[in-house]
């Protein structure tokens, strides 16, 4: 098969990718290795992390028409009460973590709306479910990826003149040789403040198994996990608690807190206000990632509000899931951690009441899509990342090294992105890096590789090191990543040139970046501090 642009991985970052090169008059391949595209937004379960002005600015314009999307499509086909459904900024699931608390199947359906009318011109043709197994190189090109079909096996040998790596773990770098970097960067590399002395590959982010619950009559014990001895035993040194328990450190201050639970609390969903200025949302977990609340529903319609686990007893560190040869273990293990929560949770967390348990909660895998009643695919904070012809680097946003100046201002900004440096424990045996950050820009150099000419990032993969990693994996950043990426392609494509011209010619810099304008991509933020 042959395209003008070959987009591998149809998380997030890729369906932005796609759209913006079918915006731009390319042929597209989109593959997907799982049964919804949308990545973290809809197969990894995890609810939009937005910063505090999303309603205003600070998105590009197709990551605005998905967010409308998503409301609209509860105003035409959910019962939603006539106050809900009034509301301008309707956030159907009234979590606190973000504005736009939604089920992934929403997001599943508007992202295909958005795609269909390519897909019916024949201009994109999706490949799903198939994943890359091997890619040839020519020099410093990529001359074609190898696709295989999960389920079959089946492999289609693809080509295009561009290729955008969308997959998750940055999985086309260690096949096309393409140069790149895991884990910490030693702070003689990078200046960091927050670096280690030494470089430490192998030491990512935790990734977690999410899920769907919801409360009701009855009981819903599933059966217990075969390592739930081990999680129940288990205490990090750095928690100051059992890691299935309500404390946790809090991510900011490393204090540890209790954190509430009370499921269907009957809250007025009209009084939740998701800032994150203020706090992470997160006191009381059933409402921190809930994504249905059933009171914006009309009486009788769901007998349970629905919240999405994605907390901190589901971090799993016990080791990484990238260039190791037991990886799969890993991801086993980080599924045996989520069940053992839930067990936990079902049989032996404490009540306000006094009480143990909550056996009423049920694993709602019809919400997620998992067949094993979690998310389809597992939430992987951290990437593989290109080595890049430009790196951001902690003291180009951090507020404390920037002061009040602001985040850097790149000459080839691309977009902008808001995120609080936001690191969870990881593998190394560290906890949470939590660092204030101002409001930043996405430099084109961060999605250039070093040597590669026809190979771009397209997701978490861009040039970011181990802790500015923390806020441009978050979903409006990983879109505008994408959708630059695919717009690039395209780009180069019709006017033959290369991306490193683009960038490192000024004149054509400057007609790119109107380009992107036009395509509602900003690239300033306007002054505004961060938090």
Same mark, same amino acid.
């Given at each position: 098969m042959h395209a003008d642009v070959l987009v591998v991985g149809g998380g997030t970052g890729g369906v932005a990718a796609a759209l913006g090169a079918l915006r731009a008059g390319r042929s597209v391949i989109l593959t997907e290795e799982y049964d919804w595209l949308g990545g973290q937004l809809t197969s990894q379960a995890v609810p939009p992390d937005e910063h505090t002005?999303?309603?205003?600015?600070?998105?590009? #314009?197709? @990551?605005r028409a998905l967010r409308d999307g998503?409301?609209?499509y509860y105003r035409r086909h959910y019962p939603l009460t006539a106050r809900a459904r009034a509301r301008r900024d309707l956030n159907p699931g009234a979590g606190w973590v973000s504005r736009l608390c939604h089920e992934p199947r929403v997001g599943v359906a508007v992202i295909d709306a958005m795609l269909a009318p390519y897909r019916g011109s024949g201009r994109l043709t999706v490949l799903q479910p198939y994943r890359p197994v091997a890619a040839a190189t020519d020099g410093d090109r990529v001359a074609a990826v190898t696709l295989a079909h999960r389920d079959s096996g089946e492999q289609i040998t693809a080509t #295009?003149? @561009?290729v955008l790596d969308a997959t998750e773990t940055g999985e086309l770098l260690p096949m096309t040789g393409t140069e790149?970097?895991?884990g910490f960067e030693a702070q003689s590399e990078t200046g960091e403040p927050s670096a280690p002395e030494v470089a430490q590959p192998l030491n990512m982010q935790a990734v977690s198994y999410c899920f769907a619950l919801d409360h009701v009559d009855g009981d819903h014990t599933i059966d217990r996990p075969a390592s739930y001895d081990f999680w129940r035993s288990y205490r990090p040194s750095f928690w100051g608690a059992p890691l299935l328990s309500w404390s946790a450190p809090h991510p900011r201050t490393l204090e540890v807190v209790e954190r509430g639970f009370t499921p269907n609390p009957g809250d007025d969903p009209a009084e939740v206000v998701a800032d994150q200025r203020v706090s992470g949302g997160d006191m009381n977990l059933w409402t921190f990632r809930r994504i249905a609340a059933r009171d914006n529903f009309v009486p009788g319609a769901y007998a349970s509000d629905i919240t999405l686990v994605n907390w901190p007893m589901i971090d799993y560190w016990e080791g990484p899931v990238i260039d190791v040869p037991d990886a799969?273990?890993?991801?086993?293990?980080?599924?045996?951690?989520?069940?053992?929560?839930?067990?936990?949770?079902?049989?032996?967390?404490?009540?306000?009441d006094g009480g143990t348990g909550f056996p009423g909660l049920r694993l709602r895998g019809d919400i997620t899509g998992g067949a094993d009643g979690l998310a389809?695919?597992?939430?992987?904070?951290?990437?593989?990342?290109?080595?890049?012809?430009?790196?951001?680097?902690?003291?180009?946003?951090?507020?404390?090294a920037r002061g009040g100046k602001g985040a850097v201002n790149y000459r080839d900004s691309v977009g902008i992105g808001m995120y609080r440096l936001d690191l969870h424990p990881s593998t190394g045996g560290d906890t949470y890096i939590d660092v204030p950050s101002s409001p930043f820009e996405i430099p084109l150099g961060a999605l250039i590789p070093t040597r590669m000419e026809n190979l771009l990032p397209a997701g978490k993969n861009l040039g970011t090191t181990?802790?500015?990693n923390g806020c441009y994996r978050l979903h409006p950043v990983e879109w505008n990543t994408g959708e630059v990426a695919g717009l690039l392609a395209a780009h180069c494509v019709e006017h033959k040139l290369t991306p490193r011209g683009v960038r490192n010619t000024p004149a054509r810099l400057e007609t790119f970046q109107h380009l992107l304008r036009a395509h509602g991509v900003e690239l300033r933020w306007p002054d505004i501090s961060g938090y």
């Open positions: 002005w999303i309603e205003q600015f600070g998105a590009t #314009a197709s @990551y998503i409301r609209d #295009a003149a @561009y790149y970097v895991t799969e273990a890993h991801l086993a293990a980080a599924k045996e951690l989520s069940y053992s929560l839930l067990y936990w949770m079902q049989t032996e967390a404490p009540r306000a389809q695919a597992p939430y992987i904070r951290e990437s593989r990342r290109i080595r890049a012809e430009y790196t951001v680097v902690e003291q180009d946003l951090s507020l404390d181990h802790i500015t």
